[in-house]
């Protein structure tokens, strides 16, 4: 273990590099670095749970030094003419309002002097003014650990510490309470509701202040800010008073979000403000909001439990494929809308057992379906022109091919002999991905299942190339057709199912591999 004379030399050295970050005309991103190294050792040389005014002196010493490491970062950023520069200086300026002050207190005197400097920096000019009110600030070196005297039970020297006061914050977001990420679309207007508690509200504190910290710019993400009036206590004289305060504001989301990417989370900050004092609380209860954009891979879904475990899993394979996100979301909203139009296909009678159905009706039927779902927005073409034929279905980019089987049972593997149709159209279109959409109207032997049975990719090989950097997907979906009444089951044989093994293994998906195509 290093000795009292280690450590104080460590400080020392500490103590001199700062004040050569502060005081040397240095490059604007060369001091920042200095600074911010600077702080960090400073901080670190403060023990965990050193309560004394030395070591909240310290900390907010440390946190001054991040600070004008920011606005040199800022002044370097503008001199490199950064389109985002101003970032470093609001996010000097937010620190700034979390440090918490000492009044009438020698020690904290020249510090406070030196951030009033900090706060009045309006340009780049400023900031040298403020480096040097900085350098100013005499700074104690301790000869000895305090933290060594408290583990033998003595009490701190100085001031007690006094503990922040604690807000307990709750959200809403058009009135459903925020318990997990909150999916939001796109230049839409929600309304954000607050419902918060305060156990102990400073005397000289007129109001508090909620606002949201996000890596995202206002411009991108705007969220609510609530200022909220000290409302009258009702029971001055009680032991254990609480205010409770409610706010509403507003929140618009502004740029889109990858596929399959993590929500945002914005962090609470509370502070109580006065004309002339601000300071910050600690936070309970919903410390961040949890925010999402609105996914086509995983928010519109059927509402059938099976139906969306599977499509959740195939659209989780378009996640990271370097596909355009506008794609991947038109496929993901074709596809869940053609999986809807399935389900009601294989339980309209019109399909049954014996019925004649041609596969121009089919188009028609199908075509019809998809035109009355609102998530479309109607944007369904039919018989588009395209690489010298004519796409069955068009949406948003995304082809869809209709097939129907009359003979063999269809399956996803058997349906690769219609999916060059679909890739090659899709190819002339610019687009990796496409649907192949087969009508099962084969005699029925068996019962059918599921219909994520029925879901499937197929990839084929492309011409010419082992190594394929873009590959084409065919999102392929079964829909069964020709089906007895169940009652009619009861009269026909159904054979068992093929085992492994002595016992049945359930597969999640169906792998098939030959020559030339790859189904999953």
């Known amino acids: ?36 190294r600077a702080s960090v050792a400073v901080r670190s040389d403060v023990a965990t749970g050193d309560d004394t ?34 970032r470093h200086l609001r996010a000097a300026q937010r620190r700034l309002e979390t440090i918490r002050l000492y009044r009438n207190d020698p020690l904290f005197e020249p510090l406070n002097a030196a951030l009033t400097s900090i706060a009045a920096v309006a340009s780049p000019r400023d900031v040298r003014v403020a480096l040097e009110a900085l350098a100013r600030v005499p700074v104690p070196l301790q000869l000895l650990d305090r933290w060594r005297e408290r583990r033998h039970g003595r009490r701190p020297i100085g001031e007690r510490h006094v503990e922040r006061p604690l807000v307990v914050c709750m959200f809403e977001i058009d009135g459903a ?56 206590d009702t029971d001055p004289s009680g032991a254990n008073r609480i205010w409770s ?125 998809l035109r009355s779902d609102a998530t ?23 082809n869809a091919e209709l097939k129907v089987e009359n003979d063999k049972p269809a399956s996803v593997e058997g349906a690769a002999k219609y999916m060059g149709q679909p890739v090659q ?14 009508l099962d109207r084969s005699a029925k032997r068996a019962p059918v299942g599921e219909l994520p049975n029925y879901f499937g990719w197929l990839i084929p090989a492309l011409h010419g190339l082992d190594d394929v950097r873009y590959p084409s997907r065919v999102g392929t979906i079964i829909i069964n057709a020709n089906l007895p009444m169940p009652s009619q089951w009861s009269r026909r044989p159904v054979p068992r199912a093929r085992q492994r093994g002595a016992r049945p293994q359930l597969r999640a998906s169906v792998s098939h591999r030959c020559r030339w195509f790859k189904a999953v």
């Open 245 to 369: 305060l409610a706010a509403t504001g507003s929140l618009v989301l502004r740029v889109a979000q990858a596929p399959g990417a993590a929500p945002w989370r914005p962090r609470v900050a509370a502070s109580f403000i006065a004309p002339a004092r601000i300071e910050a609380a600690r936070v309970a209860g919903y410390t961040e909001l949890r925010l999402r954009a609105f996914d086509e891979s995983r928010d519109r879904l059927t509402g059938r439990a099976s139906i969306d475990e599977r499509l959740l899993s195939m659209y989780g394979q378009l996640w990271g494929t370097g596909i355009p996100d506008a794609e991947i979301a038109a496929f993901c909203r074709f596809f869940t809308a053609i999986s809807l139009a399935a389900q009601a296909i294989q339980a309209d009678r019109a399909y049954g057992e014996g019925k004649r159905l041609s596969e121009a009706a089919f188009h028609d039927d199908l075509e019809r379906r």
């Open 177 to 232: 309470v925020v318990t997990h990420p909150h999916v939001i679309h796109l230049n839409r207007v929600y309304e954000v509701c607050t419902r918060t508690r305060v156990t102990d509200w400073p005397e000289w504190a007129s109001s508090l202040r909620l606002e949201f910290l996000s890596v995202l710019s206002p411009d991108d993400l705007s969220l609510p800010v609530f200022e909220m009036l000290k409302p009258s």
């Open 425 to 438: 159209y899709a190819t002339d279109r610019g687009s990796q991905l496409s649907i192949l959409c087969v």
């Open 53 to 86: 005014r030395e070591g909240f002196f310290r900390r907010n010493y440390a946190e001054a030094l991040n600070i004008a490491a920011m606005l040199n970062l800022w002044d370097a950023s503008i001199r490199q003419a950064d389109f985002d520069a101003d």
């Open 1 to 36: 273990m290093s000795g009292p004379d280690t450590a104080f030399e460590r400080r020392r050295v500490t103590r001199a590099r700062t004040l050569e970050a502060l005081t040397l005309e240095d490059d604007p991103k060369a001091t920042a670095k200095r600074l911010a």
């Open 376 to 398: 479309l927005g109607g944007r369904l073409e039919r018989r588009t022109p395209a690489g010298g034929g004519y796409l069955d279905l068009l949406h948003d980019g995304i």
